[in-house]
């Protein structure tokens, strides 16, 4: 039978989540909780692959197990057992066929901006102490919405064939004095996030217009587009899917 897992880490550990032969992983901690538990080899696939250093306050996969008897008592055993910087939140099954990354129809991501000395958002929030326009920053969201190829964001010399993306919000608002800017789309490239917050600072520093963030995407060159900024701002917070591959929604 297959099941969908939702769960939750703070990133600043992991070298992100898919399995690396020579780093820590959120995906070889939780499959190696799984295995204790079930005293299974449980083979955990993710909706997406999260980099180093990045969160994820919603992220889903899926496993195949004999039935489970009473998965809220998995997930409390799960969760005694897990650092605490990864935690689960609910185990339920699925069709037969449902795929935790293929079938995810829209992701969303948070990148938070403090623009004054908080220890409190040391680890949490990247530090800008120069004065932003984020007015021109949503006006350049909006042309980078309007495209559909970001391979001048994407991480260079990646296996991805199509560099695709259909962006459906992307915008920048204070919320508790943090600076966020949310983006949703259909799939993400490599360093994808990271890459368009850095053009957009450039932007809000005044280093470019807006007619040169339209020449950056067109050029689909990652050496024009602004650097990427720090993993640590960077949350993974929704993952959408289709309501008719759930069978039973715990």
Not at 89 to 116: C, G, M, P
Not at 151 to 160: G, I, L, P, Q
Not at 193 to 218: C, F, M, Q, S, Y
Request: proline share 2%; charged share 20%.
């Amino acid at each position: 039978m297959r099941y969908f897992v939702e769960f939750s880490y703070f990133g600043e550990h992991y070298h992100g989540w898919q399995k690396q032969p020579n780093a820590i992983t959120v995906q070889e901690v939780l499959e190696d909780a799984f295995n204790k538990i079930l005293r299974a080899q449980i083979s955990l696939m993710g909706a997406g692959r999260t980099d180093t250093g990045v969160h994820a306050k919603q992220m889903y996969a899926h496993f195949d197990f004999v039935e489970i008897d009473n998965t809220d008592q998995l997930i409390y055993k799960l969760n005694s057992l897990l650092p605490k910087d990864i935690a689960v939140q609910s185990i339920f099954k699925v069709i037969d066929d449902s795929h935790a990354r293929f079938h995810a129809t829209a992701r969303t991501y948070e990148y938070w901006l403090v623009q004054n000395k908080n220890p409190f958002y040391t680890n949490h929030a990247h530090y800008i102490k120069h004065s932003l326009n984020v007015e021109k920053m949503n006006e350049a969201a909006s042309v980078i919405m309007s495209f559909n190829d970001y391979e001048c964001f994407s991480k260079v010399h990646t296996d991805v064939h199509t560099f695709l993306c259909d962006i459906t919000y992307a915008k920048w608002e204070v919320k508790n004095n943090v600076l966020i800017f949310t983006i949703t789309a259909d799939r993400f490239l490599r360093n994808m996030v990271r890459a368009i917050v850095g053009t957009l600072l450039d932007v809000g520093l005044g280093k470019i217009d807006i007619e040169t963030v339209k020449a950056i995407v067109k050029s689909k060159d990652r050496a024009k587009a602004g650097v990427s900024v720090p993993a640590k701002g960077l949350y993974l917070t929704q993952v959408l899917y289709p309501e008719n591959i759930v069978k039973t929604n715990g």
